[in-house]
């Protein structure tokens, strides 16, 4: 189930596909970590972008409709009707393919900054024959446009920005009346030793190299990294000008959170 059914929720092949990264920009994270600028996501080798694509998915894939958008009061009715979902930080594209194939009366928006991704995205989405249902867009989570959105999705993004809050705030300005922002983020403990385990170290290990140097290279450089627990994910999201949070679920690899402004 870890290294040969892709399909499988533990497959982790796509992790190593990480690590080589990591072996091969070390040179330029060593140098962030004399100089302490950081080193941008598009800075990396193209392993990486890969690589979380194929570490991320099978998760998407086993829990993305069936736990997370289910546990979030409302959205499922409004994406089975027709809805406006925008999911920023799309990279290769992963989640907004399962949520397209799940929801078809529904428009999906992936935004990211990164070109090289975002045109992998488009042949994928076109590759699983939802390519007609999402437009996809280079744009940062503080400029992309704003078009009423009914949910505004994160996925294992929103740690690697340099200034979470601003994203949050530019959210808040494109959602309609009464949407939802979901933030999926790496599962964490709030205090350092409860995420001395397994999957702690992993997610400690990455961020080190790429998550937290990534934020450092932005604006703000808040530097939340890969395990910043539910107490500063809640401090971002209160900052941003959301009124409602609560944690809505989890799995040993992620969980997601409900923000509402209203």
Not at 141 to 153: Q, S
């Amino acid at each position: 189930m870890a290294f040969v059914d892709e399909g499988s929720p533990a497959f982790f092949v796509g992790g190593f596909d990480v690590v080589q990264s990591i072996y091969l920009d070390e040179p330029k994270v060593a140098e962030a970590f004399r100089s302490g600028k950081g080193v941008g996501w598009h800075e990396h080798s193209k392993c990486l972008f890969s690589g979380c694509e194929r570490f991320f998915r099978p998760g998407y894939d086993a829990n993305l409709v069936q736990n997370w958008i289910s546990a979030l009061d409302g959205v499922e009715t409004k994406l089975k009707a027709g809805a406006n979902v925008a999911d920023v930080g799309c990279g290769h594209g992963a989640s907004t393919i399962v949520m397209a194939q799940a929801y078809p009366k529904s428009r999906f928006f992936g935004f990211d900054y990164h070109r090289p991704s975002l045109d992998r995205a488009a042949t994928l989405a076109k590759e699983a024959g939802v390519g007609d249902r999402i437009a996809f867009e280079q744009a940062t989570a503080k400029d992309f446009p704003a078009n009423g959105y009914d949910l505004v999705a994160f996925f294992d993004c929103l740690h690697d920005m340099g200034d979470p809050v601003g994203a949050g705030r530019h959210v808040k300005q494109t959602l309609a009346r009464d949407g939802v922002w979901m933030i999926i983020e790496p599962f964490a403990h709030d205090n350092l030793k409860d995420n001395l385990n397994t999957v702690g170290r992993v997610f400690y290990g990455t961020s080190t190299f790429i998550c937290t140097p990534a934020s450092l290279s932005q604006e703000v450089a808040l530097g939340l990294g890969a395990q910043a627990g539910e107490r500063r994910l809640r401090q971002v999201a209160t900052e941003a000008g959301f009124t409602r949070f609560r944690r809505a679920a989890q799995t040993p690899f992620n969980s997601g959170r409900d923000a509402r402004p209203h």
